[in-house]
């Protein structure tokens, strides 16, 4: 079993910066054998990949939308992975969700609470 417990959202700014963290933890689970994912939900919406990180860190991908904004980065000694979002739009406003799994094409097994992030005009 995985538990992923993400924490930062709040209300912020256009043009503004926030990070997000998300904390796992497991009685058999290894961070550092899982690729982690962030994904977020806006209202009406329905949920949409933001990011995600390779095992050690070496690779990452990102939604369009937030290329050049968000940076998605991970500390394996911590059992955390991080999401700083800077220049931040009034349509990133979402539930962000902290993901989790073996494989990229697996990065859904797992799934934190969620948490707000309220970008204001």
């Known amino acids: 079993q995985v538990q992923l417990v993400e924490s930062g959202g709040g209300l912020v700014q256009a043009g503004g910066s926030r990070r997000l963290s998300c904390a796992a933890s497991?009685?058999?689970?290894?961070?550092?054998?899982?690729?982690m994912g962030w994904f977020r939900q806006a209202p009406g919406k329905e949920r949409e990949f933001v990011a995600r990180?390779?095992?050690?860190?070496?690779?990452?991908y990102y939604a369009d939308s937030v290329k050049g904004r968000f940076t998605i980065s991970r500390d394996n000694a911590k059992n955390t992975v991080y999401l700083q979002m800077n220049s931040l739009k009034p349509e990133d406003t979402a539930v962000y969700y902290c993901?989790?799994?073996?494989?990229?094409?697996?990065?859904?097994?797992?799934w934190g609470q969620g948490t707000q992030v309220t970008v204001s005009s």
């Open positions: 497991g009685r058999t689970f290894t961070f550092s054998s899982y690729y």
């Open positions: 993901a989790a799994g073996p494989s990229i094409a697996r990065v859904g097994d797992y």
């Open positions: 990180i390779s095992w050690t860190g070496g690779s990452t």
